[in-house]
């Protein structure tokens, strides 16, 4: 398996444009979860879901995020509209089942300008 | 740039020394607890793992320990090398009242620099 895949890599738009990142989770993994990653908080998980139903968005900043789960194998987080205070790495991460290790993917740095 | 952020607490160790990285967590309810390395630009990749059954679990050049009591954890890492340079992170799962699993929450971080 190719791991986690992240799209795009990286990211650059303007104030008030709509972001959207990109997640493929590792084949038969139950569960997913998307991360943000700033100096200033570190890593925060923003909402997780597991048989493609979010469990937990508590960590969502507000509502110009959403997250969604179509099938088993994608997921998008989506922003609208994108601040500068939005700059920060995304990462998706995904599990096989309950309390064990997740695997990362490479990330989408995010820059709004 | 920001003028205020996270000063994350660094490490100096020789090559060929042992590091030892520690990391206290925050619920006592936590039962399952993951150490993870990132290199810059990369993702945080697995390290090794380790339940509350457990107070010591051991990997290639790599253990951990647990202390329960007083929510501690901590990764040890032997004859460090250049390669190990990274930040690294400790990560806890705590369960549901229900005994399922919940989110993967994770630490501040401690960056491990290796001179040669």
């Known amino acids: 398996d190719a791991g986690v895949i992240q799209s795009p890599r990286h990211e650059v738009t303007e104030m008030g444009q709509e972001v959207t990142l990109r997640c493929k989770p590792i084949?038969?993994?139950?569960?997913l979860f998307w991360y943000r990653q700033t100096m200033m908080r570190g890593l925060e998980l923003l909402i997780y879901f597991n048989n493609n139903v979010p469990i937990d968005d508590s960590g969502m900043p507000e509502d110009r995020f959403s997250a969604k789960m179509p099938n088993a194998s994608f997921s998008t987080l989506k922003i609208q509209p994108s601040e500068p205070r939005d700059s920060a790495v995304y990462f998706c991460a995904s599990t096989l089942a309950e309390g064990t290790e997740a695997f990362f993917g490479q990330g989408t740095r995010l820059t709004v300008v | 740039g920001e003028s205020v952020g996270l000063h994350l607490p660094t490490l100096s160790v020789q090559e060929g020394d042992n590091s030892i990285i520690n990391c206290a967590y925050s619920n006592s309810a936590s039962d399952y607890f993951i150490w993870y390395k990132q290199e810059s630009g990369k993702g945080p990749q697995f390290i090794i793992d380790i339940r509350s059954n457990m107070d010591k679990r051991q990997g290639q050049r790599v253990t951990v320990l647990l202390n329960k009591t007083v929510k501690h954890l901590s990764l040890q890492i032997a004859a460090t090398q250049p390669g190990d340079s990274a930040v690294y992170f400790c990560?806890?799962?705590?369960?549901?009242?229900?005994?399922?699993?919940?989110?993967?929450?994770f630490g501040a971080g401690t960056r491990l620099a290796v001179h040669p």
């Open positions: 990560a806890e799962t705590p369960t549901t009242l229900s005994g399922g699993y919940n989110k993967l929450i």
């Open positions: 084949s038969g993994h139950d569960y």
